[in-house]
């Protein structure tokens, strides 16, 4: 069958193309078996063989055309699943895996093994496709290839060739027409034998005796030429001995140039050795001047360094003997040179030197560091001003010392750990009583009244409004500013004079707080060193044993720091520093707390002010990273918490509030009180950074008071819901119309809409239909229109005719209908409170709805009774009479 397809492929296909086909193999896609294809293997014949791999399909009317087509070099891998030779499937990838099932498993292995002879023919070794899973016996150049059945092929297959046409695959297979000569050969011998045809026996003889006569030619043309043979065979042994004599003659040259070539070599060697040892002794001496000139130590800085003299005159000597000792140590000398005893000896004499000089620093500083402490603490002061004194005096005397501490924390890190925790320990106290008394002068400054002399301020009291002690005993008083309690049950609170002096004395304590903290953080860095991280000079170990090993470790440990990231180093030193500060004010951060404490609970709107004074010096710092940032930001925590706290206390009191013990419900406590709140809070927080936090507060109290208030509407038995909505909306919408806050914008106009909307089922329910006779027989009307009758035939009806509308029109004399609207005016000056002023609001409210239902009953009876000169006993004019002499007799 295969033998078959590939002689239709090759004429059908092929033969126009100048291609000839290698090899077939009929496939379907792996999960389609019903659609199949054919895979061949088609080689160029001419100019250049280019192979390559296409499938072919059959379309409709068994036309059969390329689908696609591939070069060898596209092929990336061939992997036969399983090498197991009955394995139908195999995998061919391209730019994507192709799953093929082969029909015919002699198909696969000879497709398989054709592609793979000729891409190890044709490809180079880099573009070679991968071949996996396949039977080792397939891929190489003499596998048995699967021959075509005899059936198809119409003749038998050519026997074994030469290696080439092993490799062209099935070329014997193919038919090859004769060329042109032997054709006219072939003609030429039939012509000259007439029976050759028609006697082929006898054509057949004579040609055996022609090839007869030509092979006995052939040997004996061999045989004469056997003399000439001979004599070819001696000339060629002599022309081998005579290239053996120059083969010989060349050796001998060889011979005398090796001999000259070693001795050229001996001879370089010995120049270069005397080189490498004229460079080496260079080297050597130039080390050597460098060792000695970097331990030398002249003789002078030996003196200061022995007999230290840390006095204004003597300190320029004994710094520059410091450094001068501190460069000759860290040299950097070569660990193999650290053996020589010399430098070992000249190194402990430098240790002797650094052990005698770092003590007699530290005991100066010590001495010093305890006495500017003890100083500190013996300076007592009672000025009444609120200023933090600097410690100015201080830094300048230590500032003549800065660079022997710097010498300190490279040479001798020990001692310069515990001078600082001795300047920490001393300058700590002084820092804690200035700052405590500090404090306690701003706390006086506030609770005290300012009088002219001390005794009127022992005998005078705080003020009533700010002090702490226990309230009477009628009522237990609740804290000042809560937007659900009444006013009067809340405690005393401050002024707002009061506020805005604890505003400007905050101010002045963080403004005082500021300078000092910075320019004693400042001073520390630069008198300590803090913001370098520097270990203990790398040639200042005391053991000198294994000099070479500590060298390579103090290597180790400089490539190390190198290696560190600069954001880690910077977070060590800011570490370092405030933990530094820490300790020289370690009260500082509980003062601050302390004190803003201390008149929250006087007064929670104090918080209002602390959060938004914070967050400005926050804000403002110089350094964001410095200690007294860190601090402020710490409390600005706690405040915004309080905050935080007294704002949900706030809502709380909302949810939580009361209804009010009178007949009247009028203004709840959190309508009422919230006016005073917003404006005290837009006060402190107008134009700050902290204005989204009380936009986001504002938003969810006036949502609460607007859910609140239909809820205590419907709770109070008294006033009905709609006037308790009407009053409390009206208020609201008025607070936010004078706040002119953006963010309730919205809500200012949704308390409008519910305003409205309760003053209008107060009016709707409340005045209802004075003339409810008249509205009943028009509604009556309505109905008999709406059904078909005209306008005109309504007074023919009996139940709507002339005479029963004059009677009920009868009921409604003017004076009774002035008469009711005095009752009404009378109920609903029960319902309304006084402090809103709504009544005449709403009794315009009502005259208006009294107008409407009088124009409508006066168009009905235009309509329906035109001309009948029937009308109501008062006019719209009467009304407005009657309503403002009602008015204004009330």
Known sequence: MAAGIKYIFQKELFDALDERI?????????????????????????????VSVCQIKQYDKGVYKKKRTWSLEEIKCIDGRNEAADTHDFDMIIDKPFRWFAANLHERQNFISVLWKQIHKHCTVGERAVFKNIPKQWLTEKSPEKQVDDKYSGRANAGQGDDEEELEGFENEDFHALTDKEEAHLSKLISECDYAISNAELFMEDLSHNLLQLDGANIQ?????????????????????EAEKVEKRLDDYDEILCHVRDTMEKMGEKNQMIEIANTNNVRLLQ??????????????????????????????????????????????????????????????????????????????????????????????????????????????????????????????????DALIKVYTASLSKVYDRDIHLFFENAKQALTMKQFNSREDINNSSMSNKLKLGPQSNKQPAQPYGILGINKEMWSPGAEPSERQRFDSILEKVLAELEPVALNEQHFCIAFFQLDVISPTGKNTQTTLDAASSEATNQKDERDTALNIPQRRLDRQINEE??????????????????????????????????????????????????????????????????????????????????????????????????????????????????????????????????????????????????????????????????????VLEPLRKEAKTRYNDAQKAYVTKYFGRPLERLNQFFEGIQVRVQQGVKDTEISYQMAYSKQELRKVISLYPAREVKKGLEQLYKKVEKHLCEEENLLQVVWRAMQQEFINQYNSLEQWIQRCYAGSMIMLEFTINDLLDFFSEIAQSH
């Open 22 to 50: 290698l090899s077939v193999c009929n496939v379907s896609k792996l999960h389609k078996r019903k659609k199949t294809s054919y895979l061949c293997i088609i080689s160029t014949i001419k100019p250049s063989v280019v």
């Open 221 to 241: 043309s061999v045989l004469a030429s056997e003399k000439q043979v001979q004599m070819l065979m001696e000339r060629i042994e002599e022309a081998i001995k």
């Open 287 to 416: 080390e050597l001047e460098k060792v000695v000139t970097q331990l030398d130590l002249p003789h002078v800085h030996q003196l200061a360094l022995t007999d230290t003299d840390l006095t204004p005159k003597g300190l320029p000597a004994a710094i520059a003997a410091g450094k001068a000792l501190q460069l000759a140590m860290n040299s950097d000398i070569d660990p193999a040179l650290l053996r020589l005893t010399a430098v070992q000896d000249q190194r402990k004499r430098f240790e002797k030197w650094k052990a005698k000089f770092s003590q007699t620093i530290s005991r100066h500083l010590n001495n010093l560091f305890i006495h500017l402490g003890n100083l500190g603490d013996s300076q007592t002061s009672f000025s009444n001003e609120l200023s933090l004194p600097k410690h100015t005096n201080v830094h300048k005397e230590l500032t003549a010392f800065m660079e022997l501490m710097h010498w300190m924390k490279a040479m001798d890190r020990k001692a310069y």
């Open 577 to 742: 520093v405030r933990r530094m500060m820490g300790e020289l004010f370690a009260n500082l951060e509980s003062e601050i707390n302390n004190f803003i404490l201390s008149f929250e609970k006087l007064d929670n709107y104090y918080s209002l002010y602390v959060l938004v004074r914070l967050t400005q010096h926050v804000m403002s710092a110089q350094d964001a990273q410095s200690f007294l940032s860190m601090t402020f930001a710490s409390a600005l925590i706690h405040v915004k918490r309080n905050f935080d706290k007294f704002m949900q206390i706030q809502l709380q009191s909302i949810e939580e509030a009361k209804l009010p013990k009178r007949s009247k419900c009028g203004l709840l406590p959190f309508v009422e009180n919230f006016e005073e709140f917003a404006a005290t809070c837009e006060n402190v927080f107008k134009k700050t950074e902290r204005r989204n936090d009380l936009d986001k507060w504002y938003l969810k109290l006036v949502e609460a008071i607007f859910e609140r208030i239909p809820v205590h509407a419907a709770e109070h038995s008294k006033t009905p819901h709609q006037v308790v909505k009407m009053e409390n909306y009206h208020r609201m919408h008025s607070s936010l119309s004078q706040l002119k806050i953006p």
